[in-house]
């Protein structure tokens, strides 16, 4: 797969629009879109020059290197030209009476036939309509819409919030064409019922008969989700931002950036796309949950808590949006309604394994270890591989006292995810606790690895190896503690313990004081010993 979407190719080779058999060119031959070989070359076009398959066929090159645009385009101009012919033979003209032939050419002669679930990235493009015979509602629109710029037809793409379909508007016949249902027919007030389109939409992008720059913006907006499941982020924001750049009123497209920004921790860039999306469709329950994820990223609780609130006032229905706000009522200790929406949440959808591990979560913040454990139990009957209801689990028998079961429990974890830092640490002081200072050492020297950063965990194998007798591997443990963060008190008062059985006195007398001064409790006793060892040492030639 390619890093960016907007550089030059090379592979894809343009169909002339005249076909071999001798047939008369299609209505796109000669649009300076067929010979765009990058997505800027097409967006420096007209809307009437683009060629919008050769600009898909482009994006799909990008994704995939398998792709052969030229193979592509020819299988297009190969089914208009086929679709030409079937009107002719009828003695039809190419306007809307072409419509239900191509329906039939379309969907069931050649049955392509819609997605039940678009969870394949892969999906959104056109190779892929053409390869696979099967699409969901943007991908289908555009293999139809392709279709009708070969045939010269007035064909537009039209958006509503989640939905994609095409339009036949000549100026006096105007019909909507459904692609996921065959090519049928609905009204507009279906689509503006059904997919909430928002009032007040005159200067929006839903409803409207798009050009193909805005239709390309649509489909920038569904590759960014693609691109995010496949775990690229950049050429996500890429995408997102050419599609918000295009079509400012599409507020799929700004919610969809706003999610990145979330992600990346740029909670104010997030604020602005979602407020902006929120403009656009102030109804939408999704954004205003996202929205709230933002502000509860920047700690501004009462504002994550109206958010949260807005949403499932529009959606009573939407878990989600009850576990995030009993996420932010467990953050301002208000456990009662914290507990309030995670059983709504669970009522809604009595097998979500998240929503136990998070009542679990909210009863240890409670200090009610038994019920968070029976929660963290219940959370992993629905997911027996949750790293996190073990530790959840771990931490309460920590808590309880009961070490053997705290012990299990963290290995479970870690045999789930072997470098969860708490895990290692957590386990680590469990077996300090039972004296097992090898298995201590052990996972200490793993923590290490995960995160060699952290003066406490070095602390943490000192004391181990303290205790063990081993002052040498200690006083190497804390001495890296101090390199990290010398301002512990803790670290010194053990480095002066070190040094003292090390028989380095003077040393011992340094980190005591330096311990005294950052408050740590040291006995005069302690100060007297090391006094004397000092004066008892013979003087260094």
């Known amino acids: 797969m390619k890093k960016a979407i907007f550089g030059t190719i090379c592979g894809l080779l343009l169909y002339s629009g005249t076909s071999a058999s001798g047939y008369e060119a299609l209505a796109n031959e000669g649009k300076n879109g067929l010979y765009a070989k990058s997505v800027e070359q097409v967006l420096r076009l007209r809307p009437e020059e683009v060629d919008l398959a050769t600009a898909a066929l482009i994006v799909s090159e990008h994704w995939s290197d398998l792709v052969h645009g030229r193979r592509h385009l020819e299988t297009l101009d190969e089914m208009a030209i086929e679709i030409r012919r079937r009107l002719e033979e009828k003695r039809l003209k190419v306007n809307y009476r072409a419509i239900p032939v191509i329906n039939e050419y379309l ?35 555009v293999l ?9 037809l007035p064909l537009y793409g039209v958006v509503v919030p989640g939905h994609f379909f095409v339009r036949y508007d000549d100026g006096r016949v105007r019909f909507n064409i459904e692609t996921t249902s065959k090519g049928g027919t609905a009204s507009d007030k279906h689509y503006m019922e059904k997919f909430k389109v928002p009032e007040g939409n005159r200067d929006g992008i839903y409803m409207k008969n798009l050009n193909k720059i805005q239709t ?66 102030p109804e939408n329950p999704k954004t ?11 700690e501004w609780m009462l504002y994550a808590i109206s958010e949260y609130r807005r949403a499932l006032e529009l959606d009573p229905k939407f878990t ?30 009595p097998k979500d394994a ?15 270890c038994e019920k968070a454990i029976a929660q963290y139990k219940k959370s992993l009957k629905f997911r027996p591989r949750s790293a996190e209801a073990y530790y959840g689990m771990a931490v309460c028998y920590g808590q309880l006292g009961q070490a053997d079961d705290e012990i299990a429990a963290y290995n479970s974890t870690l045999s789930i995810k072997p470098n969860m830092l708490n895990a290692l640490v957590n386990l680590g002081n469990a077996y300090f606790g039972q004296e097992k200072y090898d298995s201590a050492i052990g996972l200490f020297e793993r923590a290490i690895t995960v995160e060699p950063a952290e003066a406490m ?29 010398d301002g512990i008190a803790d670290v010194h008062y053990q480095l002066a313990v070190g040094y003292y059985y090390l028989k380095e006195f003077d ?17 005069d006793e302690q100060i007297d010993a090391i006094k004397t060892r000092m004066n008892q040492q013979p003087p260094t030639e």
């Open 107 to 141: 969907f069931q002669e050649l049955a392509y036939k819609p997605l039940k679930e678009a969870d394949d990235p892969n999906d959104l493009f056109l190779h892929t309509v053409l390869d696979k015979g099967k699409g969901y509602c943007l991908s289908l629109s």
């Open 144 to 152: 139809y819409l392709s279709l009708g710029e070969r045939l010269g």
């Open 216 to 281: 390309l913006g649509c489909f920038f907006s569904n590759l960014g989700l693609s691109y995010n499941k496949v775990g690229n982020t950049e050429s996500e924001l890429l995408a997102l931002m050419r599609a918000a750049e295009i079509n400012p009123t599409l507020s799929e497209a700004r919610t969809n950036l706003g999610n990145v920004f979330v992600r990346q921790g740029e909670y104010a860039a997030a604020i602005r796309e979602y407020e902006a999306a929120l403009a656009i469709n």
């Open 288 to 298: 205003h949950n996202n929205l709230g994820n933002a502000y509860s990223g920047r």
């Open 320 to 349: 989600d949006a009850y576990r995030n706000l009993a996420i932010a009522y467990a953050k301002q200790k208000n456990y009662v309604q914290a507990l309030s929406q995670l059983n709504a949440a669970a009522a809604l959808e």
């Open 354 to 368: 998240e929503t136990y591990l998070l009542l679990g979560d909210v009863y240890e913040q409670m200090g009610k």
């Open 457 to 485: 965990i070095y602390f943490n194998l000192g004391a181990a190896y303290s205790n063990k007798g081993d002052y040498a591997q200690a006083v190497g443990a804390f001495l890296n503690a101090v390199e990290l963060d």
């Open 507 to 523: 040393l011992a007398w340094k980190h005591i004081k330096i311990a005294q001064d950052l408050g740590a409790k040291v006995t």
